[in-house]
């Protein structure tokens, strides 16, 4: 790519050297900067270039024939995004426990030593996915580039949901290990139903859309047994009860993480919606 007669080489963003001859070199070059990291933002506010820009350079090289010159500037966009799936500090000693106990089932060494697929599979988790307006009316930049997943909006570890999904399709089962955080009260120190409900929504509905194509829940049927305390790790575990066309009924229930207590029990109705129903006006 050329600038002004001079070359610019990619290599690391992070840092960009210039090497200048002339003030209207200077001028120039700047504006030339202005230019390609604004188009950066841009696209990176496009979801579905989210994957190509992660991998683009961290830094740039601009060269001219004279002088050097170091400017720091900080990227527009993360260089990959996050996965909440995964361990962090605020974790407690029962979730990694369970954690290593299940990504352990999630690969298998054969008698010839070799390592393959294990029955169970994580599932990743990131905050943010595809948004539709009814109608198959895309929402606009301003809105995408601020929506995030319910579940994973909040910035401090540890503070609401914590969670990860295992799932076994040979058995149609999933299971999800839940820490709850402080901001999820309802009564004095335990969980929020309604918090309760959407991890429920959030794991059957995973599991569902697992088994079919993209699906809406249809029905969520909830019975609370016994409450939840703040900050303790529970397991919730779905499985297909049957699937009729459309329809995947599934059945749920929160327990200890040692099966002793019964905190909560729920069926779910899905149904499949094709991706034209999203995109493509009825």
Known sequence: MKVTGKTITAGCIGRIVIFRDSKDQRVQMARSIGRLLKGFHGLSTLPELGVQL?????????????????????????????????????????????????????????????????????????????????????????????????????????AAFEYVLFVNEGEQRCVCIFQAGHLLEGPPGHVHGGAIATMIDTVTGTHASQLSEPVMTANLNINYRSPIPLGSTVLIESCVDKKEGRKTFISCKVTSTDGSKLHTDATALFLSIGVSHLLLRE
């Open 54 to 158: 992660n991998h683009l350079p961290t830094c740039v090289s601009l060269r001219t024939a004279s002088v050097r010159t170091k400017v720091a500037l900080s990227l527009p966009f993360p260089p990959k995004p996050r996965d909440f799936s995964l361990p962090n500090s605020s974790w407690g000693p029962e979730m990694l426990g369970l954690y290593e106990h299940y990504n352990s089932l999630c690969e298998v060494e054969t008698e010839g030593g070799e390592k393959r697929e294990g029955p169970w599979q994580r599932l990743p988790s990131y905050n943010r996915s595809l948004k539709y307006a009814t109608g198959g009316v895309y929402l606009s930049k301003i809105i995408q580039s601020k929506a995030r997943l319910f579940t994973r909006n909040m910035r401090d570890p540890g």
